[in-house]
């Protein structure tokens, strides 16, 4: 016999399913689309921002060093969009989705700001502060911990 959804309990304390729908990993959700276009559009944009206006150091070799440091930061931010990807596969409200999808394209943005050596110390101070709020919105998610353990 077969079990619908109908046919799962209720948990007494958020009143979802104890079994949470999920999009495949290739399915193109409208949150999964927006995610797309803001990242392209602001990886395009991060580049003109920058026009002129990078940091002059006089040490090459700690020039190098930073933008390795940037480049670590940009393989992270991208393990953060392949995370934040998959969840907007599954139902998340779009007051949530559309938090999600700001603090990856600011991550992701500054992790390239950080490369190119422009406004070293704010976009340091904002690529962090973009992994914290991705990392505070995941911990209050209600639904990703059912996810996660599937």
Do not use: C
Not at 10 to 22: E, I, N, Q, S
Not at 36 to 41: K, N
Not at 86 to 103: N, Q
């Amino acid at each position: 016999m077969a079990i619908s959804h109908e046919d799962i309990p209720l948990t007494p304390v958020d009143r979802t399913p104890a079994v949470v729908a999920r999009a495949p990993v290739s399915a193109l959700t409208p949150a999964r689309i927006v995610l797309g276009v803001a990242i392209l559009g602001a990886l395009l944009m991060a580049p003109l921002l920058t026009l002129g206006d990078s940091a002059v150091l006089n040490d090459p070799e700690l020039a190098n060093l930073l933008r390795f440091m940037g480049a670590v930061k940009l393989v992270l931010a991208s393990i953060v969009v392949a995370g934040v990807w998959w969840r907007l596969g599954g139902e998340v409200d779009a007051a949530r989705s559309l938090a999600y999808i700001g603090a990856v394209t600011l991550l992701l943005v500054t992790g390239l700001f950080i490369v190119m050596l422009y406004r070293l110390p704010q976009s340091v101070a904002v690529y962090h502060g973009a992994a914290l709020a991705t990392l505070a919105l995941a911990l209050q998610d209600r639904n990703l911990p059912k996810l996660l353990l599937r």
